[in-house]
Every structure is written in C-alpha cells, then in structure tokens.
C-alpha cells in the first residue's frame, strides 16, 4: 500500500486524530532509523489448533524535511460466532501516522480511521504506548498533550457563526457534569458567558471556513473531521493550525 496514495482518499466518515508529544531528546533522523524495517511476529494458536504468523510493522515510512510520516501494521485476531460455535480468523488494522518538529518540540498525530469503520482494537493511545516501547523502550517517552481551554475559548470568539457545539466541564454546579450549548444556544451570548462562569470548554466543534472543514477538537488534544476532505487536507490542518495552540 502506498502511504502516500492514501492522502489523497476522499473521507465521508467521522475521522478522529490524536495529537501527542515526544519528550525524550532525538530527532527525526534517529526516529526514522529506529522505525525502519521495524517487524515483530507472534505465533497465535487457533481453538482449532493450527497457528497462524501475527505482524506488527512499519509501513511507508518517509522522511521529507521536518515531517516523518509512516504507517503502524498490527494483525489482530477477530472472533465471530457461526452457527452456534466460535470462528476466528486474522484481520489487520492499519493507523497512519505523522512526526512532525515544531521549533524545539516533536510531536507526534495517529489517525485512527479503524474506529471510523466500527472497529476498536487500534486506537490512538495504543499506537502511542507501541511507538515509545518501540523507539525508546519504555512507554512514558510519548505524552498526551493539552490545548487550554482560553485558547479554546478564543477559537469560537473570533467566529462565534462558525461553531456547531460546545462542551463544558469542571462545572461547579451541584449534580450537573457537563454542559452543552448547541443550535440556536451559541447565538445567546448571554447564557454562553454564564456557563463560562460555571465551567471550562473541554469540546468544540466548529467549521475552519478557510479550510472548509468541520472539525471538532478536545482539550486532550483529540480532532475528529467530521466532513468530506482528503486524509492530506486533514493533516495539514492539523500539523499547520493546531501545533500552534499546544501548551
């Protein structure tokens, strides 16, 4: 499969990303050392017990200036019940990845379009956790990342028209979680400023008109697409808007 064909894959689907940072000291060109040719087989024995080779590899890997790019390849097991008994055949789930240097400061983007397809086994922080073992062995090296909530805030004020939703959280109000401000609510400045009095924005979604995207994007620093672009368009909003905004 060719990594850098799929950048140009037209997406329909919700698409989450998650956004991370490296903090041991390297650089791009030890990482993609690392990260070559890099293969681990496990042998799995089936209930019916033939075995089968499971690969967890590096795929399409490139190195183009600041930005490494690649592909994590994991075979998993999948099992099913058929006709009253347990079928188990091997499946393999693929998450594109980004590496990106950003001033002093490496941070790493896993896309996750298993999860757009209803299938949950490779998920953002797992490929996190296998690329710190794999270049740094040991899994703290690679670390959630946040966006404050300020900047957050400054994001729907400079065009409050553009937001579709907002989520609010730490709320201080006895028995009341979270809040939500959606549809015709945003327009209420007024009742927006009285949850920010009550709570910080964890969630908002909103349209990137000079994009023309809808994204949505979590303190946590995850972003899910949630309209028609391509996987490249994606990621240049994420590498070149949202990197800036990291605490």
């Known amino acids: 499969m060719d990594g850098r064909k799929n950048l140009s894959w037209v997406l329909i689907l919700v698409l989450p990303a998650k956004i991370f940072e490296i903090k041991e000291r390297t650089d791009l060109g030890l990482i ?39 592909i994590f390849s994991m075979d998993f097991i999948r099992k099913r019940e058929y006709k009253r008994r347990i079928v188990e055949f091997p499946v393999t789930e693929e998450a594109p990845f980004w590496i990106k240097q950003f001033g002093e400061r490496v941070f790493l983007t896993v896309l996750a379009p298993s999860v757009a397809r209803g299938v949950k086994k490779l998920l953002t922080n797992y490929v996190a956790n296998r690329l710190s073992k794999i270049l740094f062995i040991r899994p703290d090296a690679i670390v959630e990342v946040r966006i404050p909530h300020e900047r957050l805030r400054e994001l729907h004020e ?73 996987i490249g368009e994606f990621r240049n909003y994420i590498l070149e808007d949202l990197l800036s905004l990291i605490e």
Do not use: M
């Not at 303190?219 to 309209?227: E, I, K």
């Open 32 to 70: 993609a050392w690392k990260l070559k040719n890099y293969r681990e087989e496990e042998t799995y024995r089936t209930i019916g017990g033939e075995t089968t080779k499971l690969t967890t590899e590096i795929l399409d890997l490139e190195l183009e200036g600041d930005l490494l790019s690649g």
């Open 158 to 230: 400079s065009n409050p028209q553009a937001t579709k939703l907002i989520w609010f959280d730490q709320v201080d109000i006895p028995g009341i979680e979270k809040l939500c401000l959606a549809g015709s609510d945003l327009a209420d400045t007024e009742l927006y400023h009285n949850y920010l009095e009550h709570g910080k924005i964890w969630y908002v979604v909103f349209e990137v008109q000079k994009r023309g995207i809808v994204v949505g994007i979590t303190r946590n620093c995850v972003v899910t697409l949630f309209s028609k672009s391509t």
